[in-house]
């Protein structure tokens, strides 16, 4: 099973601010003022680059939430947040003829560490290829549709597009009310072009090819969805927009249970602790409480997700570190890996 993260931010987009650059060219240079030669050729230049952290050469973006999760020949969809809109792309990149110019902003968001190289016209002749898509929405707040309208393959014919939410009456009317032309957007949900049907996720769940979902409510305000996915042996668990100000109440234990022994937790952390105190009931967690759960639920890797748009890339790493080390006192240096959900960044489980 396969994770690609396509929107990891919350509440609003944030594109990139020139401080955060800033911040990311001084300690770029810092780390370059000790390096061996000043005489640098290509090829030690190369070698200075690719042994960067990560989080130095890619931007921990600012696309809202959209996670694509794939199994086999099977692919599921957690949200529509403006991170969608590179995922249409990324599907539909040899219909519209992109090459790797022209589409270097889906290329930085849909090939991760793990990816095999940018594939040619050849690799893909399938006409079938992604013509049945199936969109799970955690709730309709505008951070988590509003990339629908800017997906390209619902503007396709032939396309089908299955879209499941806590109640398909209101999905229905939260997604055509977000396109109600022309006072919203120029094209109303039912000019899109493919065919889309909303439904209402089932209470004992779903099993599409592959791909078990299981799904559990959470306390947000307006409500939300937590999904369980899971291949074979293998699971993860995404939840975004959740609060438990106090994690040994039963409503957090029930949760735990929901999650136990998953390999991945993907959670909202978008506030830090003195964030959350002065936001209390505004339906947001933090990297501590988040880490408490997992480790209660026995998770192998926590990603910090659903990161606030007023966090600059320094402050959400600082963040990280932070978790770690509290991790590390906590747990007697325990095993659970601890990461941040970074646009881009593509996970095997």
Known sequence: MKVKFWGVRGSIPSPKHSTDIRWKLREILAAFSGYASTDLKDTE???????????????VGGNTSCIEVSSGDNRIILDGGTG?????????RHENKLTEKDFYPALEAGRGLTDP????????????????????????HWDHIQGFPFFI?????????????????????????????????????????AQIDCLTIPREGLTLGEIKIQT?????????????????????VYATDYEFPDTSAEEAGVFIDFMAGAD???????????ESVAREGWGHSTSFNA????????????????????????????????????????????????ELAVEGLSVDI
């Open 153 to 193: 393959p619902a503007y396709r014919p032939g396309n089908r597009l299955t879209l499941y939410g806590r109640d398909r009456e209101h999905l229905s009317w939260a997604l055509n009310l977000q396109q109600s032309a022309p006072a919203m957007f120029p094209i109303p949900l039912d000019g899109m072009g």
């Open 291 to 338: 880490m408490d759960l997992a480790m209660r639920a026995g998770i192998r890797c926590l990603f910090l997700f659903h990161h606030d748009p007023q966090h600059s890339d320094a402050k959400l790493l600082d963040n990280l570190e932070k978790t770690r080390a509290y991790y590390r006192m906590i747990s007697d240096w325990g095993n659970m890996r601890i």
């Open 84 to 92: 969608l809109r590179l995922l249409g792309l990324e599907l539909t």
């Open 117 to 140: 190289p940018w594939p040619t016209d050849d690799d893909q002749d399938e006409d079938d290829k992604d013509r049945d898509l199936t969109i799970l929405f955690s709730h309709t």
């Open 216 to 236: 559990l409510s959470m306390p947000h305000p307006g409500g939300s969805l937590a999904f369980r996915v899971t291949s074979g042996h293998k699971s993860l």
């Open 45 to 59: 230049l190369d070698q200075f680059m690719n042994g960067l952290p990560y989080n130095l050469l890619h931007p």
């Open 264 to 274: 991945v937790l993907i959670s909202d952390t978008q506030y830090t602790y003195l």
